[in-house]
């Protein structure tokens, strides 16, 4: 009997992008356009925020990853986490969320909403939230400082 001692093959994401341009290329028309549609409430929400790719999706961050904007063309691993596009909030856990409008499943700190349509973006509530999660990043800023 012969044992095999390798390490087991990691699953790897379906694509992989230098820019975040290369990330909204990619995306199939309807996802592109809800995509875009985030990306600029986020844009306009949070000027000064940082945008860059993380687990090969745009994440918005100032002080630390505030949110994330993940295409379900965009696998996580080998696996499709969503339908459409998903707007997560790194810090999910900590905002003010009494309309019950994240989705939390058994996730600890990651909350998220679901679009799979453009008609389904209400502006008002994403920039509500948004200013929630950037008083967070703010205060867990200044008690870093402290």
């Known amino acids: 009997m012969e044992l095999s001692f390798d390490?087991?093959?990691?699953?790897?994401?379906n694509v992989k992008f230098k820019t975040i341009n290369d990330c909204f290329d990619f995306l199939p028309e309807n996802e592109l356009e809800i995509a875009l549609?985030?990306?600029?409430?986020?844009?306009?929400?949070i000027p000064n925020c940082t945008e860059f790719l993380s687990f090969n999706v745009p994440f918005y961050?100032?002080?630390?990853?505030?949110a994330f904007i993940w295409p379900s063309s965009v696998l996580w691993g080998s696996k499709k986490t969503n339908e459409g596009v998903r707007l997560?909030?790194?810090?999910?856990?900590?905002l003010n969320d009494?309309?019950?409008?994240?989705?939390?499943?058994?996730?600890?700190?990651?909350y998220w909403k679901d679009y799979?349509?453009?008609?389904?973006?209400?502006?008002?509530?994403?920039?509500?939230?948004l200013?929630?999660?950037?008083?967070?990043d703010d205060l867990l800023a200044l008690n870093r400082k402290k």
Do not use: C, W
């Open 7 to 13: 390490k087991p093959k990691r699953k790897m994401q």
């Open 37 to 45: 549609a985030l990306r600029s409430i986020l844009l306009e929400t």
């Open 61 to 66: 961050k100032r002080h630390y990853s505030i």
């Open 88 to 94: 997560g909030f790194a810090k999910g856990y900590l």
């Open 98 to 110: 009494e309309i019950g409008f994240l989705v939390k499943e058994n996730r600890k700190q990651v």
């Open 116 to 129: 799979t349509d453009l008609s389904q973006i209400n502006e008002n509530i994403i920039r509500s939230y």
């Open 131 to 136: 200013i929630n999660a950037l008083e967070i």
